[in-house]
């Protein structure tokens, strides 16, 4: 059975910094791509980032590139997700998913397995 177990969400201040980490086990990543979403309270579940087990590239939504970083762990099976320089409109719960695939999907219904999620609050 997948399970992928979000930690490291909190409160922070604007400017601040978090990371989050996935725990990821029940079956191989080495082929997957793993993605972070989010979900603002009455908005849909955006994209945020995704980055291939196996290594290469990673990609970035607009809102996020250059404050995000999205790495992996091969040994731990971690995914993790750095995040500097928060403002409030990164508050939202934030969500770990992995594909089956290893492409660099961006649309939630291309994940096959998510995390049940982290909050992250940003205050102003």
């Known amino acids: 059975q997948v399970q992928l177990r979000e930690s490291g969400g909190g409160l922070v201040q604007a400017g601040g910094s978090l990371r989050l980490s996935c725990a990821a086990s029940g079956r191989t990543f080495s082929s997957s791509a793993m993605g972070w979403f989010r979900q603002a309270p009455g908005k849909e579940r955006e994209f945020v980032a995704v980055?291939?087990?196996?290594?290469?590239?990673?990609y970035y939504a607009d809102s996020v590139r250059g404050r995000f970083t999205i790495s992996r762990d091969n040994a731990k099976n971690i995914l993790y997700l750095q995040m500097n320089n928060l403002n409030p409109e990164d508050t939202a719960v934030y969500f770990c998913a992995a594909q089956r695939g290893s492409f660099l999907r961006t649309t939630p219904s291309e994940f096959e397995d998510w995390g049940q999620g982290t909050q992250v609050t940003v205050s102003s």
């Open positions: 980055i291939r087990w196996s290594g290469g590239p990673t």
